[in-house]
């Protein structure tokens, strides 16, 4: 399990339904709804470092 992975399965994602976060080394970075905008500023902050985006899904949605 990756650094990032980790940080995300260890998120409380109580309000964060439908949502993105970004997250780089461990710490949660940025989070919202346009990941393009956010993308670019995290970017534009740790250029070196790939960044691991996820979509928190809703109560309602089935993972197979």
């Not at 710490?27 to 905008?37: F, S």
């Amino acid at each position: 399990m990756t650094n990032n992975y980790g940080a995300y399965a260890k998120l409380d994602k109580s309000g964060l339904e439908n949502k993105y976060v970004v997250i780089v080394d461990g710490k949660v970075v940025a989070k919202g709804e346009d990941i393009e905008n956010m993308l670019a500023k995290v970017r534009g902050r740790y250029p070196k470092k790939t960044p691991f985006v996820a979509k928190v899904p809703d109560d309602r949605m089935m993972i197979l």
